[in-house]
């Protein structure tokens, strides 16, 4: 291994990811073909969008999926003969018998049928084909989950037998729809709509074979991008759902820096704001909107002290779904504006009996007067952004098939897009669908177990399937019996390195210890969130190539390998960018200090930075790693630019350590911005 210090002059900053053309959802004409009561639309030479409406009212407008299908038109042809119509593109052939209805209950002679080619077989789909063989995506939440819970996954995207389906009045796992986006003429937030014909269909087909990268590609041209986060997002939260004062929160920020341990996110949990509807400090409920002035005298002065001093950022949790209690600061203000908005205060429900202002963020008179007297305040002192930790009812209460998840992503997001003060995100739970044009996810309270962990990898990696490439897991867990473990927080730590987001937190329960200083083998923890930072610039990098390709950071090892079936059988293995395959230990040693675990290899020669090792690959290898060690190797012409020792990432350094991988030839587009 090489080892060479380059010193960089910046020439200059790029800006941040911007988008050349404004998303349509109107796609080309020329890419339309009408025949009776359907509509097909030649997306890609891959992807067709498939309609029927007896109504003849077909969709143009986005939907929580699809927000732009206006692409180059692909060459295909199109004929009718002997009763059926002819689509033929350079990947598909469609045939549609005229004047039916596409679903039909003959296998044999279905009324609509598209052919592909799959590694040199034949492949027929027909709506309502049944897919054994898809990947998967993911779930809204991991709550109470324990060990390997893939049934709750939803399909993905990807699928081995070659074909995906997208079909837009499934319903979602939470019961909710897809539903439509009315455009904003002017320049505000695109609101929820009802569909012009609720019982059409509208579905698109891809038919990729292997090429999963390309489907994923093609998906984010016709979805949106995946939004590259702050570059602070990729350092170490602290965070735990804990009742600290201010007191307690500077005095744990302190301890972090004396031990040099790095971090740029301080998470304060639910118990920052008071009881809304008493107007006690003494406790408070899930929901709630007004500092706890007992806990945080000054939240103002506290919060530039982590902005100035500290050089960290901060997020507030919020469970929404209670209202706004009459004890809340603005409480009146916002009141009188929305009995000025709403055109018929009855009818909307403004307050309940006891005067709470009723939930009500899918209208949207609400969501303006809501967030200009609620959250503007906070942002206003320096909240950077928002975690929205919605775990209340699943469907909207004044909208139907509405999913509570999606539409508060949705809103929490494009309100941060609105302000266009910094790159937006926010902190939030998985909403189906179309929800990677939100990051970043929260995937909740799972317990604390090494089969928890050991079920993280393949989950993680599985949710780039459906393009959600930022999930955040509670490492170390989250509910936790008996004691503390200190290996199994270690190796979850580990894993983090290697992973969207680095956050350790656990619930609000005294015997859980997520401070990383209190445990014996706290250098090993501080080592590895080290080489986390020592990564960054990799990792910004491969952040910032997720959005020009749609292809998750943490990926299955079938993206790059898919005719491999060792890539789809080792799954507790996945690629971190171009360049570095990870296979976290996630099994105890039994007191051993060490772990043998077994790892594919595709061919080539691999790195293995732990041990110095150069491996042969194309083939299964048992290797034997300490506590301290993490398998991850690079793999041959791999070029790794690192970081030296950081403390934030409010600055960056002038100099880069870059490692080369010897054996082949080998490039890295190393990407910087503002």
């Known amino acids: 291994m090489i080892k060479k210090h380059v010193l960089l002059s910046i020439l200059g900053l790029f800006i941040a990811c911007t988008v050349g ?268 909107w007004s500092w706890n002035k007992a806990l945080f005298p000054d939240p103002a002065g506290f919060i530039s002290w982590l902005h100035d001093e500290q050089n960290l950022n901060t997020t507030l949790n919020l469970h929404p779904a209670d209202g706004i209690f009459p004890k809340e600061d603005n409480y009146d203000a916002l009141y009188a504006d929305l009995a000025g908005r709403y055109s018929d205060i009855k009818a909307d429900s403004l307050a309940n009996e006891d005067g709470t202002i009723r939930w009500n963020i899918e209208n949207k008179d609400f969501y303006e007067a809501f967030f200009e007297h609620i959250l503007r305040p906070h942002e206003n002192i320096g909240v950077d952004f928002w975690w929205v930790d919605w775990q209340q009812w699943m469907i909207a209460q004044n909208e139907p098939n509405l999913g509570n998840t999606f539409w508060l992503n949705h809103v929490f997001f494009n309100d941060k897009k609105l302000q266009a003060k910094n790159r937006p995100f926010i902190f939030h739970r998985w909403g189906g669908l179309g929800n990677h044009r939100y990051p970043i996810g929260f995937s909740g309270d799972s317990e604390a177990t090494f089969s928890s962990l050991a079920f993280q990898p393949y989950f993680t990696a599985t949710a780039s399937n459906v393009g959600y490439g930022y999930w955040s897991h509670d490492i170390g867990g989250h509910n936790q019996e008996g004691a503390n473990d200190a290996e199994l927080y270690l190796r979850w730590i580990q894993y983090g390195v290697f992973f969207p987001i680095l956050r350790t937190h656990a619930t609000a329960a005294g015997h859980i210890e997520r401070r990383i200083w209190k445990y014996a083998n706290f250098e090993q923890m501080r080592d590895a969130i080290y080489l986390r930072y020592a990564l960054i610039p990799y990792i910004y990098t491969m952040a910032r190539w997720s959005y020009d390709t749609g292809v998750g950071m943490c990926r299955p090892m079938y993206y790059d390998y898919p005719e491999a079936d060792e890539a789809y059988r080792y799954e507790g293995q996945y690629m971190f960018g171009n360049d570095i395959l990870v296979a976290p230990v996630t099994s105890s040693d039994k007191g051993t200090n060490v772990s043998e675990k077994d790892i594919w290899l595709p061919e080539g020669k691999w790195y293995e930075v732990m041990t110095g090792e150069l491996i042969n690959g194309g083939s299964v290898v048992t290797r034997s790693f300490t506590s301290e060690q993490i398998p991850y190797y690079y793999r041959e012409g791999a070029i790794i630019p690192l970081y030296p020792r950081m403390m934030h990432l409010k600055k960056r350094p002038e100099t880069l350590t870059l490692q080369f991988t010897p054996g082949a030839r080998g490039e890295f587009n190393y990407y910087e911005d503002a």
């Open 21 to 288: 053309a404004q998303d349509n959802p109107m796609a080309d004409e020329k890419a339309i073909v009408k025949s009776g009561n359907m509509r097909f639309t030649v997306l890609t030479p891959e992807m067709i969008r498939i309609e029927y409406s007896a109504k003849l009212q077909f969709e143009d407008r986005a939907s929580f999926v699809v927000i732009n299908r206006h692409l180059p038109v692909p060459n295909f042809t199109q004929e009718e003969r002997d009763g059926y119509l002819y689509l033929t593109t350079d990947k598909l052939e469609l045939r549609y018998k005229l004047g039916t209805y596409p679903v039909s209950n003959d296998r044999c002679n279905p009324n609509l049928q598209i052919t592909l080619d799959v590694n040199g077989v034949e492949e027929v789909w027909y709506p309502g084909k049944q897919d054994p063989y898809n990947l998967k995506g993911t779930t809204r939440t991991l709550d109470r989950a324990e060990g390997d819970v893939r049934e709750w996954l939803e399909n993905g995207l990807l699928s081995r037998v070659g074909w995906a389906v997208i079909d837009e009045r499934e319903p979602r796992k939470d019961g909710s729809l897809s539903l439509m986006f009315e455009r904003d003429t002017n320049g505000g937030m695109d609101w929820v709509a009802q569909r012009k014909d609720t019982a059409a269909l509208d579905m698109y087909f891809m038919g990729y074979g292997h090429d999963y990268k390309k489907a994923l590609g093609d998906f984010t041209k016709i979805a949106g991008k995946i939004p590259l986060p702050p570059l602070y997002v990729f350092g170490y939260w602290y965070s735990k759902f804990q009742r600290y004062t201010e007191q307690d929160m500077r005095d744990i920020v302190n301890e972090i820096r004396s031990r040099d341990i790095p971090m740029d996110i301080l998470v304060i949990d639910m118990d920052w704001h008071r009881n809304g509807k008493t107007g006690s400090t003494d406790g408070t409920e899930w929901t709630g």
